[in-house]
């Protein structure tokens, strides 16, 4: 049994706009594509529901909190990394070393390092 129609949803995340496009136009054509060679009677629609910005930390405002974070916690606590389209992985964080008591910890070094003159 075939059915007549199929939804597929897909999460697309880039580190720039031309990538991005880039991307979605290959979706475009490898869905048409499979679509034309199976005989599909009608075209699919490809439909773009929601999108996020992508998030560019300001220079100076990262560099002020990793010095704070250099200064209270031992070196192999504080690094720096390339960016990431991370956010399935948010469920293992409790998983991992005394979490609340590490983000908790941060949020204090930060805020005061942020409000110091």
């Not at 910005?53 to 100076?60: E, I, L, R, S, W």
């Not at 389209?85 to 070094?109: I, K, N, Q, W, Y």
């Amino acid at each position: 049994m075939i059915p007549d129609e199929a939804l597929i949803k897909l999460n697309v995340r880039t580190f720039n706009e031309e990538v991005r496009k880039r991307v979605l136009a290959a979706i475009a054509r490898i869905v048409n594509a499979e679509a034309n060679a199976s005989g599909a009677p009608k075209p699919p629609e490809i439909t773009t529901l929601g999108r996020y910005g992508m998030v560019t930390n300001d220079a100076a405002s990262t560099k002020r909190i990793a010095e704070a974070f250099r200064k209270h916690l031992p070196a192999d606590r504080v690094k720096e990394t390339t960016p990431t389209t991370a956010s399935e992985d948010f469920g293992s964080f409790g998983d991992e070393r005394p979490t609340l008591e590490t983000g908790v910890e941060t949020l204090v070094v930060a805020s005061l390092a942020w409000l110091a003159e």
